[in-house]
């Protein structure tokens, strides 16, 4: 429903592939990162499971999705373009540069003193920098779209805007089940284990919530259009980041954030989408050589996640 409902709604709106699905499809199919963050802060006052949720998603997104959308593709192969690699790019390495420094700014000017370690209270305020940016990021969409009908000669008319609309909504209500379920879980198997909720919001939360962007990209991927189904990549991380995370702590009045556990993750994703950058930049397209390297790299991630649970290392506190 969520795939076909952004299609119809973008193909009726005249959006580039791009915009689409960085915007459409990203933003609904991330649904379930804010639903998650939400329902985690508000429901079992657990911040840590939406943040372990939203960095877990990404990393998720940026090495799993386009190596699957790949192998799955028109010759194995997803081709890439210019607005992807410089525009959107750039803009989601700008997402995570802005949510560390937001973490900085609460560790440096409003320490939590009653918790131990280097950890800081994220106030509504600082909440707003990542929102304002992704005003930005939306403002820019925008022009992109203005640009692109404006150089459209056919238009369609036989979508029922109301209906897509509609059906977009269900689908969005059929998700946000499915996280309060996936939050429930992860709270019970940390309990259960006696681990961190965070370690389980990295993995089990994180893969869940990324099943919609999953189906979103190999669907566009399987049509042919590799631009949407790599946008959507882009614009998930870019919202879940600059979104999700900030709405989280809106609703709950602030969050303490933890910040020994939040700089190693957001340092292995910044690896992750440089790693991603670099193989999606040759030839301007992501080969079947290239989607095993991301997998391989995805494998990494996790074992060092189990060897954290075991204790065999200790990054993360």
């Known amino acids: 429903m969520l795939v076909q409902a952004s299609d119809r709604l973008g ?3 005249g959006l580039p592939p791009i915009v689409q699905g960085a915007i459409i499809a990203a933003v609904g199919s991330s649904f379930p990162e804010l639903s998650s963050i939400v329902i985690a802060t508000l429901r079992y006052q657990s911040f840590d499971i939406g943040v372990g949720a939203v960095v877990g998603s990404a990393v998720y997104n940026i090495l799993i999705i386009p190596a699957v959308s ?8 997803l081709a890439s373009n210019r607005d992807l690699v410089y525009k959107e790019a750039q ?9 560390v420094l937001t973490f900085s700014l609460a560790v440096i000017y409003s320490p939590a003193t009653d918790t131990a370690g280097l950890n ?6 600082l909440a707003l920098i990542p929102l304002g940016l992704y005003g930005l990021y939306l403002f820019m969409q925008y022009h992109d779209t203005l640009e692109h009908r404006a150089g459209l000669t056919a238009v369609v008319n036989d979508v029922s805007p109301a209906r897509e609309w509609l059906a977009l909504g269900g689908s969005l209500a059929v998700i946000l089940v499915g996280a309060e379920l996936l939050v429930r879980a992860a709270v019970g198997l940390g309990d259960a284990f006696g681990t961190s909720p965070f370690l389980w919001g990295l993995t089990v939360v994180a893969a869940g919530t ?9 669907a566009a991927a399987r049509q042919g259009n590799a631009p949407m189904s790599l946008a959507n990549v ?14 989280g702590i809106l609703v709950a009045g602030g969050a303490v954030i933890n910040f020994e556990e939040v700089v190693p ?3 292995f994703l910044t690896g992750a989408s440089v790693v991603f950058f670099a193989v999606l930049r040759t030839e301007m397209a992501l080969t079947r050589g290239e989607s095993y390297v991301l997998l391989a790299t995805y494998a990494l991630f996790i074992a060092w996640l189990v ?5 065999v290392t200790g990054v993360l506190g």
């Open 11 to 13: 193909a009726y709106y």
């Open 307 to 311: 060897a954290e649970s075991l204790g």
């Open 265 to 267: 993750m957001m340092s």
């Open 70 to 77: 790949a192998l799955v593709g028109e010759g194995q192969r």
């Open 210 to 218: 990324s099943l919609p962007d999953t189906f979103v990209s190999v």
């Open 120 to 125: 800081g209270f994220v106030t509504r305020s």
């Open 91 to 99: 803009f989601y390495l700008l997402s995570i540069a802005v949510l």
């Open 234 to 247: 882009f614009g998930s991380n870019v919202f879940a980041l600059l979104v999700a995370l900030p709405v």
